[in-house]
């Protein structure tokens, strides 16, 4: 019943979505944002409070470091909500202007290692059982470095951190075409992510960030490659309409999104194993409702594709007749499900319209008194 698999759904947002964000143009600060990890912890406890769906959250190190993980975590536990994946960071270092795990330097390669198998000793303390690993790693300029070489030490680092890895633990390597690197980057696409962890076995999956593609790029066909391989960990979900803008997932092509949760159902991707995360900036709009919005298009877009007639579809398929086969597919799309997550909502006791509800409780009020000095967190810290 497509109620139940919807209640079931679960979606992670990131820390680091309710801190300060911009561009490299300029970082807009708003009212009551959250000034350390725990103050975002709070927040995203806001979210699965409106939503019910969304009781994990990504942190990102060194921007979450705190002194005490174990503390943090419970701290998480009393707002309702639990860690989920920790992110490694090697690209916000002055060594790591010519790369991190890929350096020609030894000694900063070292030191990159040193700080991934430190977000393992964070997933320890704190429960978390995912890595994820996106590295800046690549060059501007022909020449710059040996291509080559480059693989045989990002090869290197993953070995030793898929080493480290406990028996329920897994990294998600993330693949990213550019930015910051403008020639060549070092993971640009999902062939070299999934190469990459096929050599080094079951616990090193694929993270598909939707923003990541070369534009006209087909993620549904990556997703229903990578889960017929048994190697796509996850997503980071955001929009996006030029590079990696990092917008509300479902805000500039909900229909990409139908098509790709439409594959992640076909190809029993619909499970606790496939980590559905957030990977979001609200340089412009208020944080808290925006990751409130994301989680509600990712149930719209679900919803959708759960509701196509798979039977219909397939008797098409093999029928050859392709307008009835795209027809099964744009009737679920086009279907209007929000009264149907207002029902799973109001049956969960939730109210049926999160976004009214959470204008309504007061909470903005409420930080944006109480959270007047200290330093507001902000991409980066
Ligand atoms: C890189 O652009 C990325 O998508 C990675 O997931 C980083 O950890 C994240 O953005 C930082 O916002
Ligand atoms: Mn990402």
């Known amino acids: 019943m497509i109620k139940e698999e919807l209640r079931r759904q679960r979606i992670e947002t990131p820390s680091w979505a309710y801190g300060n964000s911009g561009t490299r143009f300029k970082v807009f600060a708003q009212k009551g944002v959250p000034r350390d990890p725990y103050e975002k912890l709070a ?113 290197e680092a993953l070995a030793a951190v898929y080493e480290r890895l406990g028996d329920d633990q897994r990294f998600l390597l993330e693949y990213k075409l550019f930015e910051p690197a403008f020639y060549t980057t070092d993971v640009p696409d999902w062939g070299t992510a999934y190469a990459h962890c096929l050599k080094l076995g079951p616990k090193a999956q694929v993270v598909v960030d939707t923003g990541h593609h070369a534009p006209g790029t087909n993620i549904e066909f990556i997703v229903a490659f990578l889960l017929r391989e048994g190697k796509l960990g996850g997503f980071d979900f955001n929009s996006r309409f030029y590079a990696d803008d990092d917008l509300m997932v479902g805000a500039a092509d909900p229909f990409q999104l139908f098509r790709i949760m439409y594959e992640v159902i076909r190809g029993g991707g619909y499970t606790e194993d496939t980590a559905f995360m957030l990977d979001q900036c609200h340089n412009i709009e208020p944080k808290i409702p925006g990751q409130i919005r994301s989680v509600m298009n990712v149930q719209e877009a679900t919803a959708k594709a759960l509701l196509v007639d798979r039977e219909a579809l397939a008797a098409a398929q093999r029928a050859g007749d392709v307008l009835a086969a795209n027809a099964a597919f744009m009737d679920a799309y086009n279907t209007d499900v929000r009264p149907l997550l207002a029902e799973l909502r109001e049956e969960m006791g939730l109210d049926p319209d999160p976004m009214a509800a959470y204008a309504r409780s007061g909470y903005f009020d409420k930080i944006a008194t109480e959270r007047i000095g200290g330093a507001q967190a902000g991409w980066g810290a």
């Open 43 to 155: 927040d995203a406890a806001q979210v699965h409070r409106f939503t019910g769906v969304a009781p994990t959250v990504a942190l990102h190190i060194p921007w979450d470091k705190v002194d005490d993980y174990a503390d943090l975590a419970r701290h998480a536990a009393e707002q309702g909500v639990r860690i989920g994946a920790i992110n490694s960071n090697v690209f916000q270092d002055d060594d790591y202007m010519l790369g991190s795990v890929t350096h020609p330097d030894p000694v900063v390669r070292k030191k990159a290692l040193a700080h991934l198998i430190e977000c393992v000793d964070i997933m320890d303390q704190t429960g978390s059982d995912t890595l994820k690993l996106w590295f800046s790693d690549g060059t501007n300029y022909p020449g710059q470095d040996d291509i080559r070489a480059r693989q045989d030490r990002l090869a």
